[in-house]
């Protein structure tokens, strides 16, 4: 079949991002004597300079990582909810959801701590050398996509007349930036600096730095900063002003930790993934579900039948993610991957379009959902300002969600998938003094008492972020993700199913993609549409058509517009390593030899 790029296959180590700076720092820190694990770091730090619109300093990142030969792990590095964040204080504001922008709805950031423990556990490099990079770039300069400029001039009149500092850095003069023009954040690159000297004043051991570093952010300025930005009252999507509830006390009882990986096996692979406090394990119950069926391509396309098989699929695992997902102890994890459990649901599936929203009763459990939901889809408020709970703002099927993504392994066999999210510029104000925001990940708790995912101080989200690895034969093998909100565990079944099927890297990543919004989003205001399939017209109008046959409410997204994946994969037969990345908005790219 066609591809838009090369399969890249070497044997030194292979990168893969959803921007091209990105990937190639990753490169330049593995060419440099680095490993996956510093050139991971390297790319995450670059993206949250030359990717702004998508995430930042201040937000989030799940990281799935596997030492050369040894077992894959999970790094949290995705922040609680802050010790005022009670249901009572929110529902006493008079809300009936989260915010999905300003200051209510941000966590304790994680991305710094997330990145430091990754590169001080398992790195080689110093933190100036792998932050060297980013800084650079918001120094001197980087190319601001067209992608960026257009989230800035959606939100414009809420920076103007509500958002200062944020109209201040990313419009400078009270003008839009150009598109593709030279844009800067000395501010930022202030802030890493101090960060680094802290560190570096600890002495000349790598690992005294990183320490350092650590507590400079979560005990220091940036704490400090923090907590007195949080105190001021802006606007947000309810339509009024509020102050958050984030403090420094908050960001210095946090850190990153590790956790046990959720590894499901299927037959000579195994799909591994974190666990229910984030959306993963709907892709493991999605391939349960799909187990046995005929899922076929034709010249590198999905089948109307393999499209619909998926689809239903995905409606019974996202419905199952809404009733038993959440940062609690008491999900029914092991029964919800069971092969036992997708034989019964798989009998609701059938030849048409379900319109329903039908979790399951694992273990016999009944399931509980919120009232938001059980109110129906268009129940709920709508966003009162320019700024909406996701980072891509607008809410078309074919623009929904979206974040970066970076897939690195090297040619000792250690390989990471990190998904990086968060404090996108348009999620709350600019902190003036840091040159960055915080996220706004809090709007995915509900204020419903006794739900998984009800709100509470000292707890995790439940996350959209995704990444994901597979094993063959018990081995690290294949490193991938998408950035995209509810949509990346679809997509990334797409490219699993395609990769299964026979395609390459590239051509798994280049053939057609769709997504169902017929569940509830996981993003401020909370809407969905049941029945709605948006597909990527490269599958073709017979495919379209049969699919509208079928009940399927079909949204014709255009070409080339749904995911942004990235890959990497390794052969442990004969070493070698390979790579692809994702043509759609032109920014994503692999690099390796």
């Not at 700076?21 to 993206?47: H, I, Q, R, T």
């Not at 980072?391 to 929904?400: H, K, L, Q």
């Amino acid at each position: 079949m066609f591809t838009t790029r090369p399969e890249l296959v070497g044997t030194f180590g292979m990168v893969a991002s959803t921007h091209w700076l990105a990937s190639a720092a990753a490169m330049a820190v593995l060419e440099d004597g680095g490993n996956a694990f510093d050139g991971a770091v390297a790319a995450g730090f670059v993206l949250q300079v030359v990717e702004p619109h998508l995430n930042g300093p201040g937000g989030e990142v799940p990281i799935i990582f596997a030492p050369a030969g040894g077992n894959p792990r999970v790094l949290n590095g995705q922040g609680v909810a802050p010790a005022g964040a009670t249901i009572e204080h929110y529902t006493g504001l008079g809300l009936e959801l989260v915010p999905g922008s300003g200051l209510l709805a941000a966590t304790v950031p994680g991305a710094w701590d997330g990145w430091l423990t990754l590169l001080r556990d398992h790195g080689t490099k110093t933190l100036r050398e792998v932050l060297d990079k980013a800084i650079g770039y918001a120094r001197d300069g980087f190319p601001l996509v067209e992608r960026a400029v257009h989230t800035i001039s959606l939100v414009q009149d809420l920076f103007r007349d509500h958002w200062p500092s944020s109209a201040a850095q990313w419009m400078p003069g009270g003008v839009l930036p150009a598109p593709g023009g030279r844009f800067r954040n000395p501010k930022l690159a202030d802030t890493w600096e101090w960060l680094l000297a802290a560190g570096e004043a600890a002495g000349s051991d790598r690992e005294a730095q990183i320490e350092a570093a650590r507590r400079a952010w979560s005990q220091g300025f940036v704490a400090a900063q923090v907590d007195e930005f949080f105190r001021t009252e802006f606007r947000d999507d309810s339509g009024r002003d509020h102050a958050g509830v984030l403090t420094g006390a908050d960001m210095a009882g946090w850190e990153a930790s590790y956790e046990d990986a959720l590894i499901v096996d299927f037959d000579e692979w195994s799909l591994v993934k974190a666990g229910a406090w984030t959306q993963g394990p709907v892709l493991a119950q999605q391939l349960r579900l799909l187990e046995g069926h005929d899922l076929s391509y034709v010249d590198g396309k999905p089948t109307a039948e393999t499209i619909h098989l998926a689809v239903e699929a995905a409606k019974l695992a996202f419905a199952d993610r809404e009733a038993w997902y959440g940062d609690v102890n008491d999900v029914p994890l092991e029964t919800l991957v069971s092969r036992a459990y997708a034989d019964e649901r798989r009998k609701l599936i059938s030849d048409t379009a379900s319109m329903e929203l039908r979790p399951g009763s694992p273990n016999g459990r009944e399931p509980l959902l919120p009232n938001h939901i059980l109110r129906g889809a268009e129940a709920g408020p709508l966003a009162a300002t320019g700024a909406i709970g996701e980072p891509t703002v607008e809410r078309s099927g074919a623009t929904r969600g979206d974040t970066v993504h970076v897939d690195v392994v090297d040619r000792w066999g250690n390989m990471v998938s990190a998904t990086p999210s968060g404090g996108w510029l348009q999620s709350s104000p600019t902190i003036p003094s840091l040159g960055f925001c915080l996220g706004s990940r809090a709007q995915m708790f509900w204020l419903d008492e006794g739900l998984p995912n009800s709100l509470a101080p000292g707890k995790r989200p439940r996350i959209t972020l995704s990444p994901s690895m597979a094993l063959r034969n018990g081995e690290a093998a294949l490193a991938f993700g998408t950035p995209g909100g509810d949509q990346q565990d679809q997509w990334q079944l797409g490219f699993w199913l395609a990769h299964r099927a026979g395609l390459n890297l590239q051509e798994a990543i280049d053939s057609p993609m769709w997504h169902s919004n017929a569940f509830p989003s996981s993003f401020y205001p909370r809407a969905w549409t049941p029945g709605e399939l948006v597909v990527e017209s490269r599958a073709g109008v017979d495919v379209l058509d049969a699919l509208r046959s079928r009940g399927h409410q079909v949204v014709d997204a255009g070409e080339w517009t749904l995911g942004r994946m990235s890959a990497v994969a390794r052969d442990s037969a004969d070493g070698l390593l390979r790579a692809g990345a994702n043509p759609r908005g032109a920014q994503g790219y692999a690099a390796g030899r």
